[in-house]
């Protein structure tokens, strides 16, 4: 039902056997080819290009984030014309935000495909739906009307401030079957959560949605709370358009709504192929993308998956910028916290920074910034990044790098605080 096709630069897109990707994208392109545009003007350059719309996508360019902040945010401008619309800002660990335009079709859109999503997450009108965060209301307002297609009628907004406690105790006191968060503040919360009676009266169902969350930081509340955790994907730029399935093995998506192609793609089996992801929205009119590169290297499989749905799934494997390297030696953010979590298993929330100071005869500086309820960890968690990565070891004993473990309280506030932890700040020239 589902296939790779192959590109001369050696990515590969996901299509359905019946021509649907196919056609969304010739829908796609005669949209753009009726007037001026910066899509219309790379795909009259390429010489000798074959028309048929997977061969046009194979030789289009990966647009990125610069070309989406000014030419194609110009033109999303012009393109909302007298009509009604509205703006969002990216967040998280971009650290130049981009602007997004959007109009009342591009919204509806979007709204079909997360009701897919919760559907397929098993949201339904017996649900009491509470969405936790910091100062984002109106993101969330685009969830609880997706919610409200589904039946949904008891929902709440729950925002934290910087004294989670009477947040955390009013989130248990209206014990919610589904709690809507991102993951970076369910780590910040978890130990003040634990402690509330909410661990006596849990929530079915946790819905992650903004970051990835991690194997570890899942583990830990299915463990705690016995309830199952499922993580919707999707972009600022691009939308939500992935879900995962009561299966919990990978975010199901329809390679027609959004066309997602893998570039350098690298086949792991018949069936599965790994790189990073670039996105074309044919649904989206307003500040639409072609090949846009979100930021994240996953993994993408046709195998069937067991919950019966035969649609792909995608897993998210790193952000591109969460790999990093000392004197040729390549690392990772998830290599660091896992290393951390030997000696703190409930560590979910790191930051990690990279300084390279004015002398050059000094070492590189990697300084871990923890939370403060681990401040007594500081020594231990200290050796264990100098002793047990091998080659971060060597690093250390020849003197390359050096090692630090701080706590957030020790950290300038605008590092500490915010709605997203970047995780990896690299500061080095």
């Known amino acids: 039902m589902y296939e790779f096709t192959s590109h001369r630069d050696a990515s590969q897109t996901i299509v359905d056997s019946v021509g649907r990707t196919a056609a969304h994208l010739e829908a796609m392109f005669e949209r753009l080819q009726a007037q001026p545009s910066h899509y219309q003007r790379i795909i009259q350059s390429i010489d000798g290009a074959s028309r048929e719309p997977l061969s046009v996508l194979g030789a289009l360019p990966r647009t990125d984030r610069l070309a989406y902040r000014t030419v194609l945010g110009r033109e999303a401008l012009e393109n909302v014309g ?12 971009c650290s130049r935000p981009v602007l997004r335009f959007c109009r009342a079709a591009d919204d509806l859109c979007e709204q079909e495909a997360t009701e897919r999503a919760l559907r397929r997450a098993g949201v339904g009108p017996h649900d009491r739906l509470a969405f936790v965060d910091v100062g984002a209301a109106q993101i969330y307002d685009f969830y609880a009307r997706a ?56 929530p079915r169902l946790v819905i992650s949605v903004g970051e990835p969350i991690s194997a570890a930081l899942r583990a830990t509340v299915k463990d705690a709370w016995h309830c199952r955790v499922m993580s919707f994907f999707g972009t600022t730029e691009t939308g939500g358009f992935a879900g995962e399935c009561q299966c919990e093995d990978g975010h199901h998506f329809d390679p027609c709504e959004n066309v997602v192609t893998i570039g350098s793609a690298r086949r792991l089996d018949d069936f599965t192929i790994e790189g990073e992801l670039l996105l074309t929205t044919p649904h989206l009119r307003t500040h639409r993308v072609i090949k846009y590169a979100v930021g994240d290297i996953v993994r993408v499989s046709l195998k069937p998956c067991a919950c019966g749905e035969p649609t792909p799934r995608l897993w998210h494997v790193r952000r591109t910028q969460d790999a990093f390297t000392f004197a040729g030696e390549s690392f990772t953010y998830d290599m660091i916290c896992e290393t951390l979590r030997k000696v703190a298993p409930l560590l979910h929330s790191v930051t990690l920074e990279i300084e390279e100071p004015c002398d050059s005869g000094e070492q590189v500086l990697l300084r871990a910034v923890i939370p403060d309820e681990f401040r007594s960890l500081r020594a231990p968690l200290a050796r264990v990044l100098c002793e047990d990565i091998f080659e971060l070891d060597c690093l250390v004993r020849y003197g390359l790098v050096r090692i630090e473990v701080v706590c957030t309280a020790q950290v300038a506030l605008r590092r500490a605080a915010g709605r997203k932890r970047r995780r990896l700040v690299d500061l080095r020239v």
């Open 82 to 93: 007298g009509e009604s619309f509205v703006t969002d800002f990216s967040s998280g660990s």
């Open 147 to 202: 919610a409200r297609g589904l039946g949904v009628a008891d929902i709440v907004f729950l925002p934290l401030t910087s004294r989670f406690e009477p947040a955390v105790k009013s989130l248990a006191a209206l014990r919610p079957s589904i709690v809507f968060t991102i993951p970076s503040l369910i780590a910040r919360i978890w130990r003040r959560l634990e402690a509330t009676e909410l661990s006596e009266y849990p």
